[in-house]
């Protein structure tokens, strides 16, 4: 099958709602290529990624965001969709130029653009996140998630996700409930039953991200503990959790912040990523105003995560 591929010039502050107006517009899928989201490879083992030090030297100056459209779909939305870049553009100086670039790719195409940029890393002391496709050698005491995201990888970068596993980590003393919300591949899900949760419920509106994030469970052996289920939890699901986690962007963990208190306990806690540094102030406004207690703020490159409690 082929695809109608829009590419965005932009900059790291304007990702986040760039990303979201594609989607929002039956975008299939979104990939992001930003500098900032490649760690310095000379840092000692850890969180960093495991890449070789030449890939940043082939990455483009602008940050892109791709995007991929059906070809039946896409001429009535380029119309709305230049209005809006443009409208953008005016409204955000710092979000760069907003062009575009337009071409047709096949989904072999597709899957390649982002393969070269998606390595394995280490996301917590000896938790390594490793593409199906990569080779790795794990060390003594390393446990290992194979993942491939198809098209469910959309934006979520290394770093993001790469907090949210560290705070998973954190927390996770065993045995709890937790809900992963806008799972995506499954990432944060297989990573949370690794770190000893009792019980998962990855849940994504995607039926893709559902089917991609099924598959990655089953793959790495953790279907008895995690559930993963299409819809809404603020709609259609009524399960609740001691820790929830959300690595998606920053305009929705503002609009639901209140609204999921309904899914933690009482003392349960809230993780959330995908944040861009340009509006940590306001989402953590808005969890204040939500009843949270941040507990901890987490910067890396460019994004910010938080750890919060919900306290009544």
């Not at 071409?103 to 070269?116: G, H, L, N, Q």
């Not at 009524?238 to 003392?267: Q, R, T, W, Y």
């Not at 944040?275 to 941040?294: H, K, N, P």
Request: proline letters at 5%.
């Amino acid at each position: 099958m082929n695809w109608i591929e829009m590419i965005v010039h932009t900059t790291t502050a304007g990702t986040d709602w760039v990303s979201e107006l594609l989607m929002d517009h039956g975008a299939t899928g979104t990939m992001i290529e930003d500098r900032a989201d490649i760690p310095d490879p000379s840092k000692p083992h850890g969180i960093w990624e495991i890449i070789d030090p030449k890939l940043l030297e082939n990455m483009p100056e602008d940050v892109l965001v791709h995007a991929w459209f059906s070809p039946e779909d896409f001429p009535a939305l380029r119309t709305r969709l230049d209005e809006r870049l443009s409208e953008m553009a005016s409204e955000h100086t710092d979000f760069g130029s907003l062009t575009t670039d337009i071409r047709t790719v096949s989904e072999d195409s597709w899957a390649e653009v982002w393969k070269k940029y998606y390595k394995p890393f280490y996301a917590a002391d000896h938790l390594v996140v490793k593409p199906t496709w990569e080779d790795f050698s794990p060390a003594p005491g390393d446990r290992v998630i194979e993942l491939d995201p198809g098209m469910a990888f959309g934006s979520g970068t290394h770093e993001t996700t790469g907090m949210c596993i560290a705070l998973l980590e954190k927390t996770i003393r065993g045995g709890e409930r937790i809900i992963d919300v806008g799972t995506g591949s499954g990432i944060l899900a297989i990573a949370a039953a690794l770190l000893g949760a009792g019980h998962v419920l990855a849940i994504d509106i995607d039926p893709d991200a559902v089917r991609v994030a099924s598959e990655n469970v089953l793959h790495n052996g953790v279907d008895a503990i995690v559930t993963v289920q299409e819809g809404d939890l603020l709609k259609k699901v009524d399960a609740v959790c001691d820790i929830c986690v959300a690595n998606i962007i920053s305009d929705i963990i503002i609009s639901f912040a209140k609204p999921l208190m309904e899914h933690i306990v009482p003392g349960g806690l809230f993780l959330c990523s995908g944040i861009v540094r340009e509006r940590t102030e306001e989402v953590r406004q808005a969890l204040l105003d939500a009843g949270y207690e941040i507990l901890e703020t987490v910067h890396r490159g460019e994004w910010t995560a938080f750890l919060s409690r919900r306290n009544a």
